[in-house]
């Protein structure tokens, strides 16, 4: 299943008619593990795979390394393009290329789908060496510190010995988060962006919805739906559709819908009247037909487990003592799955921990969505911290090209 | 169907073993309409019933009635106790009683099921007299603007051509502000608690969610469940689970619950591992047995449908210029379902139609619900206001008795 790992960069983006300022096209790469990873809860995990995209050139003492943690529903595949007839380019592109915030011509970067996830990394569609089928619940659940575990273990079959930046928003930014606590001496930055401590009550009540959802659909089958030829469609459709109002701000669906009406008057049927629910309907469809439901519930227990500091007596100025690297943290006015204030937690704890940290609050609109987003402000910020590690670490541009 | 409309009054609370400050044991009473009822939808509903319940005792001159209308999931059960088995007394049973802040010791109180519900009034429930069977789904969608017809019929019925004061929290709140514009010379006062002029595009994709749950339950039957002797009891379990997350607030959910967990550790199953889950299971739970879920549809869609600016070319202070009442306005800090920005936007609509409106912001850290919650603040605020109503009215009490 190992592919080797080289990117395809035989012909510039421009060649391809790519826009200048990609990575253009990309290869992902499959990194088998045979040593046995202990998770958290306990079980074992003898052989897994990770599937990995990198961009950029690592430099000779591989200095130049920033790993992407990803969210939710995210993946390996950042930035760039699988195929010429890729109609959307990697999550973050808008971050990450020549020339952009996360620049290409400085720094080697790394994307992986996380342990659990359905996008090529062991996770529960995998099949399950013991049984010879996918595992499918019978998957571990896995957590924060597993996935930094396991990205550490790729981090020394890349070679790289510490991480310039570990960078991520939202259940990435705790990958971050945790990274400092774990491995204090293998990363340089941490960018923790529109993230929390911990999930609060509320998190965890919109998780648990999208969890009922998902498994009190009469396809699920106690998560053997493979096994039954069926998918729980509709309940993966409705946890995206609340989750989806919590991505986005109050103010930005008012912008964006507001009270538009779909066929310019009221059906006065049990039917769909206004825009923002033909909205929500394809988002939840979207995805429903392109995430497994096994992981989803996966990764929601990963966010709602999340809790550094609940081994230090819930002080995570105590949990953080052990940190060595530099914090940059940044939140969104307008988030409200992950406000500022719980941004500010961190930061307060950092404080007390007597750590090197810069925040910032980024006025936008578009709520938690906002960190995918390429809004100016929070791209020059980025762009500025990500220069002075670039410079504090004697980076030199491996290759010229790309936006000046 | 039709009882008469006589409270049973005959043993003082008291004699019954229940609180002093109780109403007492009260009957519900069901009134008939043989007038056909046109509806907004264009559909007339040729004979209709509405559950009604009333406390206290009309004056000679009926100027010391008050409305109280309901919200979602509210009926004409507002106070009091229908036997002495009952272990829990109407939805409001803390504001409305002798000597509470809505006094039946001087008012005469009515509480009423409305159209398209599922207490008693006629609905989705009811039987279609052109079938001989429940309406279900053929039950007309029906608004805000109906349901204050409707009540203004019963007023008739009753004898009170003008209502001392139509209270209403949260969508009871859209009633009392459409009654202030449909029958200007009909009420006094209105007093609109945490409630809003219009929902936002995040209150209709939260309504939407909740639609969606019940309707893609494969036990709704496009709501003929009750010919398939089914019900789609998951489905409204998720809608209420997803409602009552918007009832709450952050601070509250985190006071209540935090993330204690529930078995002392985390299960690393996919089961619930935190108190808040098995709060929203139990509440889903119990709301998925005791109310109809295409109830639940039609009172979410006149929940959207509200917008009484859309005939005003959204002009809110054009819609309220025929207003003739005084206005009462209360909200609440922590409300983000209907935020007290919402209500601000009807004040200051009716500042700019120069209508007499007073407005509190209550301190209270329970989100939504507050409007529910003997708050002291705003049961005094309440208290006090309807005092000055029954000065100003020259309502003298009726009947000593209860709390001083």
New interface residues.
């Given amino acids: 299943m190992s592919h080797d790992a080289t990117a395809d960069t035989a012909a510039s983006p421009a060649q391809l008619n790519l826009p200048p300022d990609s990575v253009g096209l990309v290869t992902p790469q499959t990194f088998v593990f045979d040593e046995p990873l202990e998770l958290?809860?306990?079980r074992t995990l003898d052989h897994y795979q990770l599937m990995v995209e990198t961009y950029g050139t690592l430099n000779a003492d591989a200095s130049n390394a920033i790993l992407i943690c990803h969210a939710l529903s995210g993946h390996h595949h950042v930035a760039g393009y699988h195929s010429l007839e890729d109609r959307k380019p990697g999550w973050w592109d808008s971050a990450v290329g020549p020339g952009k915030p996360i620049d290409t011509n400085k720094f080697f970067v790394v994307g992986l789908n996380n342990l659990g996830g359905c996008h090529g990394s062991s996770g529960p569609t995998s099949i399950n060496p013991a049984t010879g089928q996918p595992f499918g619940?019978d998957f571990?659940?896995v957590t924060v510190k597993d996935w930094v575990t396991a990205q550490a273990r790729l981090a020394d079959r890349l070679g790289i010995q510490r991480w310039a930046v570990v960078i991520g928003g939202s259940l990435g930014g705790m990958q971050a988060l945790q990274w400092s606590i774990d491995y204090p001496e293998r990363l340089a930055n941490a960018m923790v962006i529109a993230s929390a401590p911990?999930?609060?009550?509320?998190n965890?009540?919109?998780n648990?919805?999208a969890?009922?959802?998902i498994?009190?659909d009469?396809e699920f089958h106690q998560?053997r739906y493979a096994d039954h030829h069926s998918y729980p469609k509709?309940g993966l459709?409705?946890a995206r559709?609340?989750g989806h109002?919590t991505y986005?701000s109050?103010e930005a669906?008012?912008e964006?819908?507001?009270?538009e009406l779909k066929r310019g008057k009221?059906s006065?049927?049990?039917d769909?009247?206004?825009q923002?629910?033909s909205y929500?309907?394809y988002q939840?469809e979207q995805f429903s037909t392109a995430f497994d439901a096994n992981a989803y519930?996966l990764m929601t227990?990963a966010l709602?487990?999340f809790?550094p500091a609940s081994e230090y007596d819930d002080d995570l100025a105590a949990a953080l003592s052990r940190a060595q690297c530099r914090f940059m943290l940044m939140s969104f006015t307008t988030d409200?799955r992950f406000s500022p204030e719980r941004s500010r937690e961190i930061v307060n704890a950092l404080v007390v921990a007597g750590k090197d940290v810069s925040y910032a609050e980024i006025d936008a609109p578009q709520g938690h969505d906002a960190f995918l987003l390429p809004i100016p402000r929070y791209m020059e910020l980025m762009q500025t911290y990500l220069n002075r590690v670039a410079s504090d670490l004697n980076i030199i541009p491996a290759v010229q090209g790309g936006q000046p």
Avoid: N, T
Wanted: glycine residues 8%; neutral net charge; proline residues 5%.
């Fill in positions: 958290s809860c306990g619940p571990p659940i911990k999930l609060s009550a509320q965890i009540a919109f648990e919805v969890r009922q959802a498994s009190k009469p998560g509709v459709m409705l559709m609340v109002i986005l109050d669906m008012r964006k819908f507001g009270r009221l006065f049927e049990f769909v009247d206004f923002v629910e929500l309907h939840g519930l227990k709602d487990y809790d409200w």
